[in-house]
């Protein structure tokens, strides 16, 4: 075995054993003193999830953190918390948004109970992590504020769509930056920092997480036509059934309304278009196919890619190594989902 195997492996059990601590305080972050709300509150934490937030914060940590010799302190753990918290939080709200009914394959909170009580178990796990975040000091705290206002201005941009001088393409990816790049770039930045990193290094990972962040829902988009529900955890085409315009559709989309498209692209928008015939499984289905195979949707996993570069650029700065390393590595994992 090479020095920088052992060392990558060492990292490896190392993080697990910090990420099973993480775990076990989002059980407690999500309980409550009745039986009732926790089951509510806990509902999407139970579901599961790659806990990728969490690890970002952990992995940056050890950039810092003494060299990555000294131990993963409570404040890194409390940390990945945060952000997972965060995350979660988002998720009870865009569910109801977006009337979706299975998430990391359970049903909708909302569903399962009432938008009310979805919307309140949302808010209830935000206030949760503001909680954590304020141990942190002054400037992280306004830091989580800003984050938690992007996430929000994303999702109202989301609904209210591109303006007329808009490009629809920036757009979305702007958009992709608020709601899900804000939120990785803060995980990053908080290992860095709670971690005594540099200056330089806090900015290098924090705009890489952003980064990953676009190509991680970029790379989504690709899924949602290509993965299963087993796999993904929600129905394939669900964004085409609410009317959601992901980035396979906007460059469909762009190229009919250039004038370039053939006859079977022409028809293949107006299915899209058709949100009525959409509510029938088979209907969707045949969209969803068509799509999943279309060239729009290989453009999109190749931005993905190119995404996903250009979040590697900003880790230039670090010093060689494992944790440069397994940056990389989870990085173009996010691309290997797609094939």
């Given at each position: 075995?090479?020095?920088?195997?052992?060392?990558?492996?060492?990292?490896?059990?190392?993080l697990t054993e910090a990420l099973s601590r993480v775990e076990a305080r989002l059980v407690e972050e999500t309980r409550t003193a009745?039986?009732?709300?926790?089951?509510?509150?806990?509902?999407?934490?139970?579901?599961?999830?790659?806990?990728?937030?969490?690890?970002?914060?952990?992995?940056?940590?050890?950039?810092?953190?003494?060299?990555?010799?000294?131990?993963?302190?409570?404040?890194?753990?409390?940390?990945?918390?945060?952000?997972?918290?965060?995350?979660?939080?988002?998720?009870?709200?865009?569910?109801?948004?977006?009337?979706?009914?299975?998430?990391?394959?359970?049903?909708?909170?909302?569903?399962?109970?009432?938008?009310?009580?979805?919307?309140?178990?949302?808010?209830?796990?935000?206030?949760?992590?503001?909680?954590?975040?304020?141990?942190?000091?002054?400037?992280?705290?306004?830091?989580?504020?800003?984050?938690?206002?992007?996430?929000?201005?994303?999702?109202?941009?989301?609904?209210?769509?591109?303006?007329?001088?808009?490009?629809?393409?920036?757009?979305?990816?702007?958009?992709?930056?608020?709601?899900?790049?804000?939120?990785?770039?803060?995980?990053?930045?908080?290992?860095?920092?709670?971690?005594?990193?540099?200056?330089?290094?806090?900015?290098?990972?924090?705009?890489?997480?952003?980064?990953?962040?676009?190509?991680?829902?970029?790379?989504?988009?690709?899924?949602?036509?290509?993965?299963?529900?087993?796999?993904?955890?929600?129905?394939?085409?669900?964004?085409?059934?609410?009317?959601?315009?992901?980035?396979?559709?906007?460059?469909?989309?762009?190229?009919?309304?250039?004038?370039?498209?053939?006859?079977?692209?022409?028809?293949?928008?107006?299915?899209?278009?058709?949100?009525?015939?959409?509510?029938?499984?088979?209907?969707?289905?045949?969209?969803?196919?068509?799509?999943?195979?279309?060239?729009?949707?290989?453009?999109?996993?190749?931005?993905?890619?190119?995404?996903?570069?250009?979040?590697?650029?900003?880790?230039?700065?670090?010093?060689?190594?494992?944790?440069?390393?397994?940056?990389?590595?989870?990085?173009?994992?996010?691309?290997?989902?797609?094939?």
């Amino acid at each position: 075995m090479s020095e920088t195997a052992g060392a990558v492996d060492a990292l490896e059990e190392k993080l697990t054993e910090a990420l099973s601590r993480v775990e076990a305080r989002l059980v407690e972050e999500t309980r409550t003193a009745q039986e009732n709300t926790t089951e509510i509150v806990s509902h999407l934490r139970a579901a599961g999830g790659k806990r990728m937030r969490p690890l970002l914060v952990l992995l940056i940590s050890q950039l810092g953190n003494a060299g990555g010799d000294a131990p993963i302190s409570e404040d890194l753990i409390a940390a990945g918390v945060a952000v997972e918290l965060t995350h979660l939080a988002s998720l009870y709200h865009d569910d109801l948004m977006d009337d979706a009914t299975v998430r990391r394959g359970v049903t909708a909170a909302h569903v399962k109970w009432n938008n009310t009580l979805a919307v309140m178990a949302g808010d209830l796990i935000f206030a949760r992590a503001s909680l954590i975040v304020s141990d942190f000091g002054r400037e992280l705290m306004k830091y989580h504020a800003r984050t938690f206002q992007r996430l929000c201005l994303g999702q109202m941009h989301d609904i209210l769509g591109p303006g007329a001088t808009d490009d629809p393409i920036d757009f979305y990816l702007h958009v992709l930056r608020e709601k899900t790049g804000s939120l990785i770039g803060t995980a990053a930045l908080y290992g860095a920092a709670l971690s005594g990193c540099s200056p330089e290094i806090c900015t290098a990972v924090t705009a890489f997480g952003e980064d990953l962040g676009v190509a991680f829902q970029i790379a989504d988009d690709v899924l949602d036509l290509r993965s299963t529900a087993a796999v993904s955890g929600k129905t394939p085409g669900a964004d085409l059934r609410d009317g959601t315009k992901t980035l396979p559709v906007l460059l469909l989309e762009k190229s009919v309304a250039a004038g370039g498209a053939s006859d079977a692209d022409r028809h293949l928008m107006k299915m899209i278009g058709d949100h009525e015939a959409l509510s029938a499984d088979a209907a969707l289905s045949e969209v969803v196919d068509r799509l999943a195979e279309h060239r729009v949707t290989r453009e999109t996993a190749a931005l993905a890619e190119t995404w996903v570069e250009r979040a590697l650029g900003h880790l230039a700065v670090l010093p060689e190594g494992a944790v440069k390393t397994a940056l990389t590595e989870f990085s173009r994992q996010q691309i290997n989902r797609l094939h």
